[in-house]
Nanobody, 119 residues
Framework: QVQLVESGGGLVQAGGSLRLSCAAS????????MNWYRQAPGKQRELVAN???????NYADSVKGRFTISRDNAKNTVYLQMNSLKPEDTAVYYC?????????????WGQGTQVTVSS
């Protein structure tokens, strides 16, 4: 019964910034990796960024230098700071978390939050 709740989406002009957050609650043992995905209309869902429990992070080439993923382990929360937003960033952004129960991984998805960037 883990829940992931995204927030922070909205409408911004090109060049603006948004900060997304994803808070996990419920029966949480250990969050191994947290991911941000996005899906635009007519396109497949794609990985935007992820961050491991070690703090190591990865980014899609399209967002490198503009987006920053971070996590607060004490709050079981992951953030995505999005700067220099472009219209092509418009999508529903989803949080995905892999949680370990012992050594058994379970995957949970959030409901998504809409990000719209106007030109």
């Amino acid at each position: 019964q883990v829940q992931l709740v995204e927030s922070g989406g909205g409408l911004v002009q090109a060049g603006g910034s948004l900060r997304l957050s994803c808070a996990a609650s419920g029966n949480i043992a250990s969050i191994y990796v947290m991911n941000w995905y996005r899906q635009a209309p007519g396109k497949q869902r794609e990985l935007v960024a992820n961050i491991a429990s070690t703090g190591d992070s990865n980014y899609a080439d399209s967002v490198k230098g503009r987006f920053t993923i971070s996590r607060d382990n004490a709050k079981n929360t992951v953030y995505l700071q999005m700067n220099s937003l472009k219209p092509e960033d418009t999508a529903v952004y989803y949080c995905k978390s892999t949680i370990l129960y012992g050594s058994v991984p379970h995957v949970f998805w959030g409901q998504g939050t809409q990000v719209t960037v106007s030109s």
